[in-house]
């Protein structure tokens, strides 16, 4: 006999396409980034990070190759007037396609105990708009705010004299993300908290359920602040989050990136307690094109018995 470390579950949620990772940066170290700053995609981690974007602006756009051939898509677009004098504002979407499902209804009359009733396309949407401010040098708070959707399709529910019975499945919500951000002064070690999909419970029909509420705190630091190692050459990101979902146990997620002269980088991560989402790897490749900055990303994550998924990302910085 053996131990097995199961992730548990405590309660059901949906409209879960608003916790999976659209950036492939953060899918390399296990989404331990709350307290990294992550340029265009910050509102959809900790928004309170925007507030120290290097430049005036920073765009970004990634697609997700998840499980069962689902597909994810996700941009942004963060803007700091006036220098930053009046904050940070941006704008975000992420979209989920679920592909086509085969729908059926109980047929009595037929061999299979059913009758085959054509495709159901189940699909969501978020659309964010973000701010976020430094308070002092080492203080920033930031929100979120999104209105999210998601279409379950129509179910057959009945037979009629003209056919089938149809029921809509579909609701809208409004979505609230919170964090701040404080630069303790000591080197580069950063402590952020943050509050995810904060939201009142959705209604497909009759059935009432919640978001997938997420509270996270996560520190950060260049552990090559402490040696003599030359930072303008080489860097060591570690970074520590913990997580607690409304829907599963207290996770613990680890991440590392390593970063050569700025250009190159590589990036692994774990958390624990799991299931089937295990290690994640990826890398990247940063650009100065002109007064640009280009960056490119990859992720993958091992899913257990459903394989593996692959992120894709492009940022940039102006």
Same mark, same amino acid.
């Given at each position: 006999?053996s131990?097995?470390y199961?992730?548990? *579950? @405590? ?5 879960k396409?608003? =916790?999976?990772?659209?950036d492939?940066? $953060? $899918? ?6 709350t ?17 120290h974007?290097k430049?005036?602006?920073?765009a ?6 998840? #499980?069962?051939?689902i597909?994810?898509?996700s941009a942004?677009?963060?803007?700091k007037p006036?220098d930053? @004098?009046f ?14 499902i085969?729908?059926? #209804?109980?047929d009595?009359?037929?061999?299979s ?5 054509g ?8 659309f964010g708009? =973000?701010?976020?401010? $430094?308070i /002092?040098d080492?203080?920033s708070?930031?929100?979120n705010?999104?209105?999210a959707s ?15 019975d ?6 809208q919500?409004?979505?609230?993300? &919170?964090g701040?951000?404080? *630069?303790?002064?000591f080197?580069s ?7 995810r999909n904060?939201s009142?419970g959705?209604r &497909? ?8 509420? /997420? +509270? *996270?705190?996560?520190?950060s630091?260049?552990? +090559?602040?402490?040696t003599?190692?030359?930072?303008? /050459?080489? =860097? ?9 979902? @409304? ?5 613990l ?5 390593y =970063?050569?002269?700025?250009? &190159?980088?590589? @990036?692994?991560?774990?958390? +624990?307690? *799991? ?9 990247? #490749? ?5 007064g ?7 992720a993958?994550?091992? +899913?257990g ?7 894709f990302?492009?940022q940039?910085g102006?």
């Amino acid at each position: 006999m053996s131990n097995a470390y199961g992730q548990d *579950k @405590r309660a059901q949620t949906s409209m879960k396409f608003l =916790s999976v990772s659209p950036d492939p940066r $953060a $899918a390399g170290m296990s989404d331990a980034v709350t307290s990294l700053e992550m340029g265009a995609n910050a509102a959809l981690y900790n928004p309170a990070t925007m507030a120290h974007i290097k430049g005036n602006y920073s765009a970004t756009g990634g697609v997700v190759q998840w #499980i069962a051939d689902i597909n994810y898509n996700s941009a942004s677009f963060i803007y700091k007037p006036g220098d930053g @004098r009046f904050g940070v504002i941006g704008l975000n979407a992420v979209s989920v396609d679920y592909g086509e499902i085969l729908a059926t #209804i109980v047929d009595e009359n037929s061999p299979s105990g059913f009758a085959d009733v054509g495709t159901v396309a189940p699909n969501g949407y978020a659309f964010g708009l =973000s701010y976020a401010n $430094a308070i /002092t040098d080492q203080f920033s708070v930031g929100a979120n705010f999104r209105i999210a959707s998601m279409d379950l399709g129509a179910a057959y529910v009945g037979v009629n004299d003209n056919g089938y019975d149809t029921q809509s499945y579909s609701a809208q919500t409004g979505v609230l993300d &919170f964090g701040i951000l404080y *630069k303790t002064g000591f080197e580069s070690l950063n402590f952020a908290m943050a509050l995810r999909n904060f939201s009142p419970g959705v209604r &497909f029909f009759e059935e009432e359920t919640e978001l997938p509420l /997420t +509270f *996270k705190i996560g520190i950060s630091m260049d552990v +090559f602040d402490l040696t003599d190692i030359d930072k303008d /050459t080489h =860097s060591l990101l570690v970074s520590i989050d913990a997580n607690r979902p @409304r829907d599963y146990d207290e996770q613990l997620l680890f991440g590392l990136e390593y =970063s050569f002269v700025d250009r &190159f980088m590589l @990036r692994g991560g774990y958390g +624990f307690p *799991k299931d089937e989402e295990q290690f994640s790897i990826g890398g990247g #490749i940063k650009q100065p094109i002109g007064g640009l900055i280009l960056e490119v990303n990859y992720a993958y994550t091992k +899913f257990g018995v459903f394989g593996e998924v692959n992120r894709f990302g492009v940022q940039l910085g102006f």
